[in-house]
C-alpha cells in the first residue's frame, strides 16, 4: 500500500552512461544520495520509478543491449516500477504519467542524469503536468562538455530551475512525507 502523495523518479542510472567512457561529477557522492533517498522512498512506501533511455535497436543505448541496463547499486525491486523512455522528457511517450495519476501522487522527487538533457526536461514537464515538483541538487549528475564544466552545468541548472519549476533540496535534508 502506498502512503506517501510523493514519489521518487531516478532518471537514466544505466550502464552506458554512469559507467561510460567518461565519468560523470561526483559519481560517488551522487549515487550515495541516490541510494539514501530510494531508501527513504522506500521506508516512507513512496513508489520508486526508473526511467532507461533507450536508442534504436542498432545502436549501443539498445533496449536489451548492456549499456542501456540500470546499474545494480540501485537495487531494483520488484514493486519498482522501471520504464524506457526515448525523448529528453520522461512523460513523452511513457507510461509514467499515468502510473503517478494511478497513485495519487501529488509530487515528484528527482533525481539522476544526465542534469541537462533530461533531468532538465522532466524537471520543466512535471510542474505542466501538475506536480510539484523536487530537484535533488546533490543527487543529478552529468559529463563536462566542450564548453562547461559538469559542476558549472549543474549549479546552472539547480539555479536556474529553482522557483518557476522546482524547489530544490538535498538528499540528507529530504523526507518523503506521509499522506495525512
Request: charged share 20%; net charge negative.
Given at each position: 500500500?502506498?502512503?506517501?502523495?510523493?514519489?521518487?523518479?531516478?532518471?537514466?542510472?544505466?550502464?552506458?552512461?554512469?559507467?561510460?567512457?567518461?565519468?560523470?561529477?561526483?559519481?560517488?557522492?551522487?549515487?550515495?544520495?541516490?541510494?539514501?533517498?530510494?531508501?527513504?522512498?522506500?521506508?516512507?512506501?513512496?513508489?520508486?520509478?526508473?526511467?532507461?533511455?533507450?536508442?534504436?535497436?542498432?545502436?549501443?543505448?539498445?533496449?536489451?543491449?548492456p549499456l542501456?541496463?540500470?546499474?545494480?547499486?540501485?537495487?531494483?525491486?520488484?514493486?519498482?516500477?522501471?520504464?524506457?523512455?526515448?525523448?529528453?522528457?520522461?512523460?513523452?511517450?511513457?507510461?509514467?504519467?499515468?502510473?503517478?495519476?494511478?497513485r495519487g501522487?501529488?509530487?515528484?522527487?528527482?533525481?539522476?542524469?544526465?542534469?541537462?538533457?533530461?533531468?532538465?526536461?522532466?524537471?520543466?514537464?512535471?510542474?505542466?503536468?501538475?506536480?510539484?515538483?523536487?530537484?535533488?541538487?546533490?543527487?543529478?549528475?552529468?559529463?563536462?562538455?566542450?564548453?562547461?564544466?559538469?559542476?558549472?552545468?549543474?549549479?546552472?541548472?539547480?539555479?536556474?530551475?529553482?522557483?518557476?519549476?522546482?524547489?530544490?533540496?538535498?538528499?540528507?535534508?529530504?523526507?518523503?512525507?506521509?499522506?495525512?
Amino acid at each position: 500500500m502506498v502512503s506517501s502523495d510523493n514519489a521518487l523518479l531516478i532518471i537514466d542510472m544505466q550502464q552506458g552512461l554512469f559507467r561510460g567512457p567518461v565519468s560523470p561529477s561526483s559519481a560517488d557522492a551522487v549515487l550515495a544520495n541516490i541510494r539514501l533517498l530510494i531508501t527513504n522512498a522506500r521506508h516512507a512506501q513512496a513508489p520508486v520509478f526508473f526511467a532507461r533511455h533507450i536508442g534504436p535497436d542498432d545502436s549501443p543505448l539498445s533496449e536489451n543491449g548492456p549499456l542501456s541496463q540500470l546499474i545494480p547499486e540501485l537495487d531494483v525491486k520488484e514493486q519498482d516500477v522501471v520504464f524506457i523512455k526515448r525523448y529528453p522528457s520522461c512523460f513523452r511517450d511513457t507510461e509514467l504519467l499515468r502510473e503517478l495519476n494511478q497513485r495519487g501522487i501529488k509530487q515528484l522527487v528527482i533525481a539522476g542524469m544526465k542534469t541537462e538533457f533530461c533531468v532538465d526536461t522532466t524537471c520543466r514537464a512535471a510542474p505542466e503536468l501538475g506536480f510539484r515538483t523536487v530537484l535533488i541538487s546533490d543527487a543529478h549528475t552529468t559529463m563536462d562538455n566542450d564548453y562547461l564544466s559538469a559542476s558549472d552545468i549543474i549549479a546552472h541548472h539547480n539555479s536556474t530551475l529553482s522557483g518557476p519549476f522546482v524547489t530544490l533540496s538535498t538528499a540528507r535534508d529530504w523526507l518523503f512525507s506521509t499522506v495525512s
